[in-house]
């Protein structure tokens, strides 16, 4: 399941999808120090719970990662850092894999089952020239698409099993950029090629091109 920014409350588990619709409120995220909102924005569901931004429960300021079962008892603030979080996607076992921009430091990588101790980096941030985008599940790893200064904007695969990151698919070696999206379907991945209008495949270790040409060629 894919799961981006901004998706409807009302994907909540069936306690919090009755509370809307008559609108009460779930829980009060910020009351201290000062009685000002929670700026919450809604993040992703997997039908037992809801992950969103929300600001700090102790200082009320910046982006926070909080989650909710619909009730005031299980709405909580799952990290302490500031998070801003960019797309996510679920893993079979509901734990959730996302992209943050760590405020002031970069897009990490990060995991969590929707507790506090459940919830850490997968990934640092790195020097991106392009950050990660197109977050994708393949083959039980986190795929991605992202650009360095050595090896341009190619694809990136971080294994969930032992936490490490490489350069997976590499469209145009060298300092060239070679994709532009990424997705996987049918038992394949899938990746546009950047700069040119084309279709490859890939079962994640080669790429076969599957339709497309060459626009200086056009």
């Avoid at 069936?14 to 929670?38: F, R």
């Amino acid at each position: 399941m894919r799961a981006t920014s901004f998706l409807p409350l009302l994907l909540l588990a069936p306690p919090a999808a009755a509370q809307l619709a008559t609108g009460t409120q779930i829980a009060d995220l910020n009351q201290a120090p000062l009685p000002v909102g929670s700026y919450s924005g809604a993040v992703a569901d997997d039908g037992q719970r809801v992950w969103f931004r929300g600001v700090d429960e102790v200082s009320g300021q910046g982006s926070r990662l909080w989650s909710t079962d619909g009730t005031p008892g299980g709405t909580e603030q799952i990290h302490p850092d500031a998070l801003s979080f960019r797309e996510g996607i679920f893993l079979p076992s509901g734990e959730l894999v996302f992209l943050a921009d760590e405020l002031g430091v970069g897009v990490g990588l990060w995991s969590s089952d929707g507790t506090p101790a459940g919830t850490g980096r997968l990934l640092a941030p790195q020097a991106w020239s392009v950050e990660p985008f197109d977050l994708t599940l393949f083959g039980g790893d986190a795929w991605f698409v992202a650009g360095t200064a050595a090896e341009g904007t190619e694809v990136w695969k971080t294994d969930l099993g032992t936490g490490t990151t490489e350069l997976a698919l590499d469209l145009s070696p060298g300092v060239g950029d070679g994709a532009s999206q990424l997705f996987a379907g049918g038992g394949r991945l899938y990746v546009a090629g950047l700069g040119q209008s084309s279709l490859f495949a890939s079962d994640g270790t080669t790429l076969t091109l599957v339709a497309g040409f060459s626009l200086a060629g056009a």
